[in-house]
């Protein structure tokens, strides 16, 4: 199957800081998502973003499919940001069946 | 709006007790349903994906079985739990067309 990596594993911040957390795929891909685990465990859609740039607030995503990579930036940290993040490809190949990165757990401090 | 609902949020099961868990999709037709489990050390690995009523496709070898009796509902089943069947079980529904995936809360199931 394909291989999703995700970087850094553990991200640490202040509040206000900015950050840049890497998706790389081993593929070609359908689509591309990112998602927020909150502490609850429930998975947030924060983006759904095959190539291009999308902002949401604080929050931008760009994916360039040709080099298989996606970057997701959040500005101005707060300490809701807190949590696990996830990047998760489709295929295309299996009816919307995703493929999950490890994640990369962020801990924003006051 | 669609929604999904998923339940229940938490539960604790003997070894060798059974297991069905349920999730149900409000708002749209024909959805393709998917569970996931989530284990200690973040990854979520698919388990089951439905296309239609009674349509169940297996991604891994398991303890456990999945059935989609209606349009918008999927159950994951286990006759015998296993300490293993422990983890963080969650639903998921896309569109046919536009396979952006929705998530529901998930299930903590701790075996023990």
């Known amino acids: 199957g394909i291989q999703v990596e995700q970087s850094p594993p553990d991200l640490i911040l202040q509040e206000g800081a900015n950050s840049t957390l890497r998706c790389n795929f081993s593929?070609?891909?359908?689509?591309l998502q990112w998602f927020h685990q909150n502490p609850w465990g429930q998975l947030i859609n924060l983006f759904y973003?095959?190539?291009g740039t999308k902002q949401n607030g604080r929050l931008s995503a760009t994916t360039v499919a040709t080099e298989r990579y996606s970057l997701l930036y959040i500005s101005s940290s707060q300490t809701t940001d807190s949590g696990v993040y996830f990047c998760a490809v489709d295929r295309g190949s299996t009816l919307g069946r995703l493929y999950f990165g490890r994640g990369t757990q962020l801990t924003v401090w006051p | 709006s669609q929604t999904i609902h998923q339940w229940p949020a938490t539960l604790v099961q003997p070894v060798g007790s059974p297991l069905s868990l349920e999730c149900t999709v409000e708002g749209t037709s024909n959805p393709n349903l998917y569970w996931y489990r989530q284990a200690a050390g973040r990854g979520l690995q698919l388990l089951f994906y439905s296309v239609g009523i009674g349509q169940i496709s297996s991604e891994v070898p398991q303890n456990l079985s999945a059935s989609r009796p209606q349009d918008r509902q999927f159950i994951l089943s286990s006759k015998k739990l296993l300490l293993s069947d422990s983890g963080f079980y969650l639903c998921?529904?896309?569109?046919?067309?536009?396979?952006?995936?929705?998530f529901g809360q998930g299930t903590r199931l701790t075996v023990v």
């Open positions: 593929d070609s891909v359908n689509n």
């Open positions: 998921a529904w896309t569109g046919v067309v536009n396979t952006e995936a929705f």
């Open positions: 973003i095959p190539s």
